[in-house]
């Protein structure tokens, strides 16, 4: 009979950090910025149809980098966790807080007792009805939650990104303006070419969506003549 090959539980977590901060590390950046109108969400993703970025509910978005097989499962369960939630007691009761904390649990789990962690970093958005009241949570690969202020940047060279990012960010800023920001931290990444319009995803959650549109959904997604006209804007 073969004797298994003893691991000592602290190795085993390490070996397993390790492993998932390299595969996040290989992913494109996203950066998540609170301003004066909402929530703008930036990609760099030069995909059409394989989105970093994506609606859960009426007034809450996420964002991830990473696999996309595994966050793509992460944001399906949260959609179908929104609309029970929703259905069964009432909208109101389906926040950005308690979906972090089921997404954490689900991390959590699978970095604990799984072969395999995911390899993946998760935000979570909502937009109030003002700026303070917005809510941006942080999620890693081990199920730790993080309640971020004013923005969020994730993957990549997430510390240069971050640092051009903060040089930058005003509470005053618009839409334009916010996503004009995460592109500039975003090009902080490159060392030469600056990004098109058609390799970054963006959307945004509007805090005026009620009054402007009559819709309680905040979420909306911008295409490629969206974001040159709103990079071309005067902050």
């Known amino acids: ?17 390790d492993f998932a901060r390299k595969g996040i590390a290989r992913g494109r950046s996203v950066v998540v910025i609170s301003c004066r109108d909402g929530i703008a969400l930036v990609a760099e993703n030069p995909s059409p149809s394989l989105h970093k970025i994506g ?13 996309y097989n595994e966050f793509e499962s992460l944001r399906q369960a949260g959609v179908r966790y929104a609309d ?22 689900s991390l959590g789990a699978v970095f604990t007792a799984e072969q395999k962690p995911f390899e993946v970093e998760l935000a979570v958005a909502e937009v109030g009805i003002a700026q303070e009241a917005d809510h941006l949570y942080r999620l890693t690969f081990d199920g730790s939650i993080a309640d971020e202020d004013a923005f969020i940047v994730m993957g990549g060279q997430a510390e240069k990104v971050s640092e051009a990012v903060a040089a930058g960010w005003r509470e005053e800023l618009n839409f334009s303006g916010a996503i004009r920001l995460a592109v500039a931290g975003l090009d902080a990444d490159k060392d ?3 990004l098109a319009a058609a390799a970054v995803e963006v959307a945004v959650l ?9 819709s ?12 040159v006209a709103l ?3 005067e902050n």
Do not use: C, H, N, W
């Not at 609606?55 to 964002?63: L, Q, V």
């Open 216 to 227: 309680r959904r905040a979420f909306r997604r911008l295409d490629d003549a969206d974001v």
């Open 192 to 194: 030469s070419a600056t």
């Open 84 to 105: 029970v939630r929703g259905y069964s007691y009432d909208r109101e009761d389906v926040t950005a807080r308690g979906l972090a904390s089921v997404y954490a649990q």
């Open 1 to 17: 009979m073969t004797q298994q090959f003893y691991v000592s539980p602290e190795q085993l977590m390490k070996d397993r950090a």
């Open 206 to 214: 509007d805090r005026g969506s009620e009054s402007a549109r009559g």
């Open 231 to 233: 990079l071309a804007e």
């Open 55 to 67: 609606e859960i509910y009426d007034k809450i978005a996420f964002a991830a980098v990473g696999k």
